[in-house]
């Protein structure tokens, strides 16, 4: 069977550890030019190397998401690199746990920061390319399940991914008539180094007594009974990525094993 994605030119954000990294690796698999994008440089250049050496091709990029100027500079490396831009998947993001009267405007503000200015800039900057080269396009958010319902100890985490599905709401919205659809994923609960993040915000501010009780208190409602690896989201990575997906629109498609079902 032929690659699905072959030739098509692809940048994911936060692609140097996680969830970005198995989907880099994931579309690599199917044909895709990557760039991996992170501003954690030494993951993106491990990432590419691994993807390089086992016969694929990628390129790492320093990237912080929040930097308009950056991501321009993502998105011509991009180009350059590959000739045009296909698909992005604006994956990069931070999770913060806090009790929710302890949340301060700077909290607020350097999560939903990443989370949703990021993604905005990401969306914008390549639709701009997206528009200028012709042929439509596709752009993928990574929201989360915190982003179809609150959540008590991630208030702000939660706001900011709600934020993700708006713009991706609005976004397909804006940019159908060029021909570029957008659409996000909305992982449920992996353990990657985010969940120390997590944990580790909920054990400073009491809010758990013991490692990794929010984790599995979270984890035990999954209806498969194990939580994700981020190499579950790859298949629906490959769909959105494909021309299978040309006329899914503005949905934010939860990956969750079941837990959040609506
Ligand atoms: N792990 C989960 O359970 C889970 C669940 C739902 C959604 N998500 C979302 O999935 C995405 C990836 O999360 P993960 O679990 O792989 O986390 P992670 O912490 O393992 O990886 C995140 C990556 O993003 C990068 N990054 C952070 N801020 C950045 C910035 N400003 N510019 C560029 N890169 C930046 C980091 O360097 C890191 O490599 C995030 O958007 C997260 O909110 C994760």
């Known amino acids: 069977m032929p690659a699905t994605l072959a030739g098509r030119s692809i940048i ?6 996680g969830i970005g990294a198995a989907l880099a690796r994931g579309l690599a698999a199917e044909g895709a030019h990557l760039l991996a994008a992170d501003r954690d440089e ?10 390089n050496a086992d016969g694929g091709r990628a390129v790492p990029f320093a990237v912080d998401v929040v930097q308009r100027d950056q991501v321009r500079a993502m998105v011509a490396a991009a180009v350059s690199a590959f000739g045009r831009l296909d698909v992005i998947f604006n994956n990069a993001g931070i999770a ?4 929710f009267l302890s949340i301060t405007e700077e909290d607020w503000r350097q ?6 200015l990021g993604c905005l800039i990401g969306m914008q900057e390549a639709a701009r390319q997206m528009i200028a080269q012709g042929g439509g ?4 958010n990574t929201a989360s399940i915190a982003g179809r319902r609150g959540s008590p100890n ?3 985490y939660s706001a900011s991914k709600f934020a993700v599905v708006s713009l991706t709401q609005s976004g397909a919205g804006a940019l159908g008539r060029h021909g570029i659809t ?11 180094d985010m969940w120390t993040d997590i944990e580790q915000g909920h054990r400073e501010t009491g ?6 009780e929010a984790f599995e208190t979270a984890a035990a409602r999954i209806a498969l009974g194990r939580t994700a690896t981020p190499q579950d989201l790859v298949g629906m990575a490959c769909f959105l990525a494909s021309s299978g997906s040309d006329y899914v629109n503005g949905q934010s498609l939860v990956v969750d094993g079941g837990l959040v079902m609506m």
Not at 96 to 99: I, Y
Not at 137 to 140: F, L, M, R
Not at 207 to 212: A, E
Request: proline fraction near 4%; glycine fraction near 12%.
């Open 42 to 51: 030494a993951g993106a250049r491990a990432v590419a190397d691994g993807i």
């Open 12 to 17: 994911v954000t936060g692609a140097g550890r």
């Open 207 to 212: 809010l758990t007594s013991r490692d990794n």
């Open 182 to 192: 957008v659409n996000a994923i909305c992982p449920g609960i992996i353990a990657t």
């Open 111 to 116: 999560v939903t920061d990443v989370n949703a």
């Open 137 to 140: 396009g596709k752009i993928v």
């Open 154 to 156: 991630l208030a702000h």
């Open 96 to 99: 913060q746990a806090r009790p």
